[in-house]
């Protein structure tokens, strides 16, 4: 699928949601299939062998990014040749619904997993707990999720009270507690920011030997947006894809936020409120430097005439 099929190229952003449901229906069944699971869920495949990325996601978050309106898989299997199976819903679900289960138990049965050389299961939020809750039916995969949740069942998660209408779902029957999920993978890696309690509380629940916890602070609660905006999200599961995603690797990629403006911004403000001038001086000139960025030349600028007023004071 190197050279993009007729058709799979198609733009989809703005879309009414039946006609982008109509859309995606029209070039997943020319490249794999289209399935509407349950009333809320849908599965999407596009086969191309040999590495598979299994993707979950939401169709307010695909039309949220503003890009193609594509599921965000379809990237790697237009520059990679992968092939790509993408669980829609709509709306948060956290996909707790039997006709999701069975999809799953019937790829499994079938030996759908064992077809690939390698698999990846992906998502983000909601999504990222689903993409770990899931990935225990294709044993040896490699699981990479942001900020995920790991239950949301009121016996072991009652401080998370975020999303007061999903706690009536239950997550205690099948594909329920994502850690344990996990159990099949090969490698686990959950990126979350340390400073968002909730989410870092959640992570901690993930802790397994081979998952590796990744902490990415000042990225916030929208984590998938900052990577995709540093432009190393679709990297780290090419990594992954090759078998190449380490927890070093992850470091080295995510030296990008050095010049992500949004991450230095929420540092800078982190500073600033801890009071800490000499910091914010070295913060400042590193980033006027390498960036020359006027905002924080600016700030340097006073924070030296700050200190030459109070030597002369002195």
């Known amino acids: 699928m190197q050279d993009s099929p007729n058709g799979f190229d198609a733009p989809m952003l703005g ?3 039946d006609a982008w449901l109509q859309k995606l229906d029209e070039i997943a069944e020319e490249h794999g299939h289209f399935q509407p699971l349950g009333s809320s ?33 379809w990237e790697l299997v237009r520059e990679l040749g992968w092939s790509h199976l993408c669980i829609l819903s709509d709306g948060d679900t956290w996909f707790r619904d039997p006709a999701v289960y069975a999809y799953f138990d019937r790829l499994s049965d079938d030996g759908f997993f064992e077809d690939f050389d390698r698999i990846v299961f992906y ?12 990935s225990v039916a294709a044993p040896g995969a490699t699981v ?24 009536k779902r239950s997550f205690s029957d099948r594909y329920g507690y994502a850690p344990d ?20 509380m959640h992570a901690a629940l993930y802790r397994r030997p081979d998952v590796t916890l990744a902490r990415l602070p000042f990225l916030g609660d929208d984590i998938e947006s900052n990577l995709l905006d540093m432009q190393i999200l679709f ?16 470091s080295r990629l995510w030296r990008a936020r050095r010049t992500h ?30 960036l020359r960025e006027p905002r924080y030349m600016r700030k340097l600028n006073m924070l030296v005439q700050a200190a030459e007023k109070g030597k002369l004071a002195g």
């Not at 040999?50 to 890009?67: A, C, N, Y």
């Not at 998502?123 to 899931?134: D, L, V």
């Open 261 to 290: 403006l949004p991450y230095l911004d929420a540092l800078l403000t982190t500073i600033e409120r801890q009071k800490r001038p000499f910091i914010k001086a070295l913060l400042c000139a590193n980033v006027a430097r390498r």
């Open 41 to 73: 869920h849908w599965a999407t495949l596009i086969e191309d062998k040999p590495v598979l990325l299994v993707t979950f996601e939401t169709i307010d978050s695909i039309q949220k990014r503003g890009d193609t309106g594509q599921p965000l898989g």
């Open 15 to 17: 879309l009414a949601r």
């Open 181 to 200: 999920m996990l159990e099949a993978a090969s490698a686990g890696f959950v990126l979350y920011d340390p400073r968002v309690d909730l989410d870092a």
């Open 235 to 250: 990297r780290i599961l090419a990594k992954a894809g090759a078998g190449k995603l380490t927890p070093h690797a992850l």
């Open 123 to 134: 998502g983000a939020g909601s999504c990222g707990y689903a993409a770990a809750a899931f």
């Open 144 to 167: 990479v999720v942001l900020q995920p949740q790991a239950t949301l069942d009121p016996a072991i998660a009652p401080w998370d009270r975020r999303y007061p209408q999903a706690r």
